[in-house]
């Protein structure tokens, strides 16, 4: 294999030598031949063959020269097959040349050479010719616009794209067709929709192609606003506009986007009816992906029987299925591919195989299909590599993911971000850290979702040094001014407690999005400041943000833990105003904050109205219930859970233990318990140890409480212990005290409370002696009980410096 990549190597190094000399040959006999009769017309076009050809930077000013010297540098074909020759070999912009030799003052030629070199693929460089357009004075047009917009678009240059939309202005260019749609495009590259919703408003005399550029915008950029394109279509068949196809697949992905199956059936419809993108594989594929996008498999399923059946169609339907849980199916609709089909699979075909398996943590079935690509020899590219990265971190094979990462040949920021993310999941912070600096020594930039990994990752871990410097890092390489790391910023800030950190990220962003001010929300009410996340919820609306069902969610929690039912109440009138009374977590939100402000009548109602009651709803209802003390009711509430087929949770039977507990039910208490394991599979955590043994200790019961704690799962039963060691305490056993408290000293060694309670139980019993002991050995470890303090004197103190 080595020879003959060494062999292959030397010929195309000959080829490129030879093409190199007879280009030489054929520039000199141009040069010798000065007064041969060149510079006819008819010789235009050998030069304009001669400059397509030209490979080196030398060989480029010698032909120009010649073409100067024969006085045709300012011919209108070779002027913009210079240009291009010129921005190709990137010296361009170093010449200088576009404002001095070659082009004159006519504008159409101008353009001319602005529209070859931006379809050259060279954006950078037709900005440089819009400039020199300005610079000389000779004026702009709606094809200058157009082009230059659509350079900035390509560069994603907003402030270069403002600029030209100002110019366009003062030429009255901006009702222009053309430029419009281009300004549109623009802003909604850029995820501005609000100004391009202006700039399409702007537009006089709107055409198909207006119309298709602001739906296709909305297709783009995925939020609340999305759903103006099924307006903007409906206004358009009502002008009498012919609707194209590309104008179908915007709206398809708009529906998929949003899960509006009922628009896209309709856009389905109409497609078939005028007989638009018959056989099309591009549409039947967005079809296919948008019935995916709303889990109507059967119409995907459907759609792909009455199509061409091209893999592109099969592969927007596995990743559908594999998207929302449905991994088993994608795996079966896979072998239909492949044995009834015989549609030949891509590489994402394999991929979506692969993230089903993730899905799955089926390491099994991913090695199957590893094995299946080896058999077949199927060249694992990035995108294969990357998928099987990530499915055997997620099935916790490690090594085998860093083996295969190190044996890829080409390594991208996908690759590099999957690793990075598989070892911050698995724990692996150290490691994904040096893979982080691997990465930038081998010149693989990072970007946005490096970054963003990174974050969340240290958020969860609440570890604020690293998460430091990260942001140092952000800072470095110019992440900071994208909207969706400074988010993640606030967040990892809250995590870590540092809410004033988090409030200069807030405040120094530009432009907030509704995700800016939900993650400030819920920072400050992790931090404790209930009274700033209400005023927070009041001032984004005076920005004119609209709060979603998160927001309002936040908002309610805040109220609630201040104890304002005022405040309560408020936002229960913004659901009803904002129509999100159908919304069940928003209502269920509700429920708790009624019950925590002692309006039980008011959560009752609201649980009564529900048309769908989910668990999270019965377990807000009950949890209310429980806070007012009606614990007969928890356990009705209960049954009524349980007959009506709804699998409790581990939060539903802290809240019904708890009330077993303080109703006294040791019977019915030890029932569900015990039906935790043995009949909804929960396993017990130490929550519910914990009601377990307060309501045996009521009873009286502490051997069999200590005998429950000893039979546990539990890794951790200081906790647990600490509170059947009060209770051995309240009833005067000091055995079983003693006992207890030699166990928690070899477990909690620098708690000074287990120091004191179990001083405290020796000092019942009149043990003097053994308590002071117990005191001075905390005393020696240097262990000192901290004061007890109001929190409504922490409350008032806060207020005073404010």
């Not at 003959?4 to 030879?18: F, G």
Request: with cysteine.
């Amino acid at each position: 294999m080595l020879a003959i990549r060494v062999l292959s190597r030397n010929v195309a190094a000959r080829t490129d030598k030879i093409a190199a000399l007879k280009l030489s040959r054929r520039l000199s006999g141009f040069i010798a031949g000065a007064n041969s009769g060149y510079g006819r017309p008819c010789d235009v076009d050998k030069f304009a063959v001669l400059f397509q050809n030209c490979a080196d930077v030398r060989s480029l000013k010698k032909l120009h020269a010649r073409v100067l010297t024969l006085g045709l540098g300012r011919d209108v074909i070779l002027g913009p097959e210079i240009l291009i020759c010129y921005a190709s070999l990137g010296v361009l912009s170093k010449t200088g040349l576009c404002f001095e030799g070659f082009l004159n003052d006519d504008l159409a030629q101008w353009n001319s050479a602005m529209v070859d070199i931006f379809r050259a693929g060279y954006p950078e460089e037709a900005i440089l010719l819009y400039r020199g357009l300005k610079l000389r004075q000779i004026g702009l047009d709606e094809k200058t616009v157009t082009f230059g917009l659509k350079s900035c678009t390509e560069l994603r240059n907003l402030l270069l794209g403002k600029g030209m939309h100002a110019d366009s202005l003062k030429l009255g260019l901006s009702r222009d067709n053309f430029v419009g749609s281009s300004l549109v495009r623009l802003y909604s590259k850029l995820a501005r929709m609000d100004d391009s919703e202006k700039a399409f408003e702007e537009i006089l005399d709107k055409d198909t192609v207006s119309y298709t550029s602001m739906i296709t915008g909305y297709s783009e950029n995925m939020d609340s606003t999305s759903w103006n394109a099924f307006e903007i279509a409906s206004d358009m068949l009502w002008r009498n506009l012919e609707v194209s196809r590309v104008t179908l697949v915007s709206l398809l992905q708009v529906a998929g986007n949003l899960g509006a199956i009922r628009e896209g059936k309709s856009v389905h419809c109409y497609s078939i009816r005028r007989g638009i993108g018959v056989s099309d594989e591009v549409l039947e594929t967005s079809l296919v992906h948008m019935y995916s996008r709303c889990g109507a498999y059967q119409l995907a399923s459907a759609v792909l029987k009455n199509s061409m059946q091209s893999v592109a169609s099969w592969n927007a339907l596995l990743a559908g299925l594999a998207r929302t849980g449905q991994s088993g199916s994608a795996i079966h609709h896979f072998s239909v591919t492949l044995h009834e089909h015989k549609v030949i699979p891509d590489s994402v075909t394999y991929a979506n195989v692969i993230s089903a398996c993730a899905e799955l943590r089926n390491s099994g079935c991913a090695a199957s299909v590893h094995a299946y690509l080896i058999r077949r020899s199927i060249p694992l590219d990035v995108v294969l590599a990357t998928a099987l990265i990530k499915v055997y971190f997620k099935c916790t094979r490690i090594m085998r993911s860093r083996r295969l990462f190190d044996q890829m040949m080409a390594k991208d920021v996908v690759s590099y971000n999957a690793m990075i993310y598989g070892y911050l999941q698995s724990g692996m912070a150290n490691e994904a850290i040096s893979l982080l600096k691997e990465m930038m020594a081998e010149c693989v930039a990072p970007n946005s979702v490096t970054v963003r990994c990174l974050l969340v990752a240290i958020a969860d871990d609440k570890n604020f040094v690293r998460g430091r410097w990260i942001h140092g890092f952000a800072i470095r390489h110019g992440f900071c001014s994208d909207v969706d790391i400074a988010n993640q910023l606030i967040r990892m800030y809250s995590s870590c407690g540092k809410i004033a950190a988090a409030r200069i990220v807030f405040a120094s962003l530009e432009k907030k999005n509704l995700v800016s001010w939900t993650a400030m929300m819920m920072g400050c009410l992790s931090c404790g400041h209930g009274g700033e996340t209400v005023q927070l919820c009041q001032l984004m609306q005076q920005y004119g943000e609209k709060p979603d069902s998160v927001t309002v969610m936040t908002a309610a929690q805040a109220a609630s833990e201040l104890g304002h039912l005022k405040g309560v109440k408020q936002i229960h009138c913004f659901v009803y105003r904002a129509l999100l009374e159908k919304d069940t977590k928003t209502i269920n939100s509700l429920i708790t904050a009624y019950g925590k402000c002692g309006r039980l009548d008011l959560s009752v109602d609201l649980f009564l109205s529900l048309e769908h009651r989910n668990l999270d709803s019965w377990n807000s209802m009950i949890s209310a219930y429980g806070m007012h003390g009606f614990y007969l009711k928890v356990l009705e509430m209960f049954k009524l859970m349980e007959e009506g087929n709804i699998n409790p949770d581990g939060l539903t039977f802290s809240s019904v233990l708890s009330a077993c507990s303080h109703a006294g039910l040791v019977k019915e208490g030890l029932r569900i318990f015990q039906s935790m394991t043995s009949m909804y599979s929960v396993l017990p955590q130490e929550e519910h140890y914990g009601c377990i043994v307060d309501l045996l200790s009521r009873a009286g019961h502490l051997e069999e409480g200590y005998k429950l704690i000893k039979l546990s799962t539990l890794n951790d039963r200081s906790s647990v212990l600490c509170a059947l060691l009060s209770a051995c305490r309240n009833h005067g056993n000091t055995m079983l005290g003693q006992i207890i408290s030699n166990e928690l000293l070899e477990l909690e060694q620098q708690n000074p409370g287990t120091y004191a309670l179990i001083s405290e139980v020796f000092a019942q019993k009149g043990q003097w002696n053994k308590s002071a002991n117990i005191r001075n050995r905390a005393k020696e470890s240097g262990l000192r009980k901290l004061p007890g303090s109001s929190l409504i004197e922490s409350v008032e103190q806060a207020n005073n410096l404010r």
